[in-house]
């Protein structure tokens, strides 16, 4: 990576010095050392390409020996094994996963088909006792998170056993994973162990380095089609990328074509769920002049919170800012 951006900066200097103009250079040099094709953002994540973020290796479990238990502050204890799991009635959910580090447009977010149980239908098993608060996820990587019992028990978060129609791949979790839908990554616990109920906000790893314990995904829109610096020379072009707001739906996306100035709607597909990712297109009258253009995205969502424009890195609760993508338009005969 250094490397390349190094032999890229000398480029620089030759393509400059070949133009009388300095602002011609450095439109050739962006058009021809640092366009980037139109990103395909597949409704599915196929497995294979699923982002991964694991602190430690993945741990080597057998669904044979492997057991769930749900205890602390609950009336009946339980113990589940891999068959137990299975017997109990399955849900199917398409959620999208997102990482707390992931930067506007970045590729830390991938979306599945998820099948699994129902977290509220365990822990009603179980019992929750009255003044139980959290509910903490131990994995067998000795990683451990924790949810409220009201985000277990009302915002439909299951443990999944499946992805995409195959068996939870190792490095997703296997053979138990939590899914939160609405919250990032960090808190939807791979190789789960163990479930305990407890009387008090419990404050997992991220939350003792005073990342955020409620970990609530920001909305967010990101451009995948025109790639960065493409040249558009075609009377209309198709504006194209994904829109994403946790657990609330997407409401609307608009897009602007003059660097934020003005704003027109786009169109959005429908998705099958709340918590995923939805893609959205707007079909764009290319003005026929020699120019930059600088196209920005914006998405709100169904209950009415807009993509924050403010910039602001991961720490301690997850990026923002919008997506902004310069393209260049040529005029026509
Ligand atoms: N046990 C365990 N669970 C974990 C992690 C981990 O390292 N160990 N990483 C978390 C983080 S930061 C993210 S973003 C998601 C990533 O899930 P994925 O690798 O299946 O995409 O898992 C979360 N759950
Ligand atoms: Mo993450």
Redesign the pocket.
Known sequence: MKRRSFIKAGELGLSLALFSRPAEGATFFLKHYLSRPPKETPFYTPNQD???????RPPELKAEGWSLRIAGNVKRPLELSYTDILARPPIERVVT?????NEVSGD?I?NALWKGVSLRRLLEEAGPGPTAQDVVMY???D?S?SITLDRAMNYEAFLAYQMNGETLPK???FPL?AVAPGL????????LSRIELVDYDYKGYWQQRGWTDDGQIKVTSWIDAPGAYNTINTNTYTIRGMAFSGGTGIGEVSVSTDGGRSWEKAEIETVPSLSCWVPWRFEWRVPSLSQSVEIKARATDKIGRTQSPLLAGAFPDGTSGLHSVVAFTESRP
């Open positions: 699923f982002y991964i973020v694991n602190y430690a996963l997102e990482c707390i580090d830390l991938s994995a067998a990587d990683y998170e490095v997703h979790g994973r990032y990554g960090i808190k939807n616990v791979k190789w």
